[in-house]
């Protein structure tokens, strides 16, 4: 069974190849961070939103834009990877 940490993990790997495909290609992309974990039966739930808006909170409504959206990753060994809806 795949943890906590490693589906976190998993996620943020994922943001960061994202994040660095959108840079590579000239976009000032922001970066991401992981705020909320939820196991379920055959998933975690990982949600996530712009660090911009952690690190500012309510106090910035211009970065509730970014929006806070999930990735899911499969409880089970042998699927290791994110998946983001889209």
Known sequence: MIERGDAVQAVEEQLERDCQK???AGVDA?????????EHELVWIVSWTSEEFVRLGTRSSCWLAT???W???STADCT???SSPR
């Open 22 to 24: 959108w840079r590579t």
């Open 67 to 69: 929006g806070r959206t």
């Open 80 to 82: 290791r990877s994110a």
């Open 71 to 73: 990735s899911t990753v």
């Open 30 to 38: 922001m970066r991401m961070a992981v705020v909320d974990v939820e």
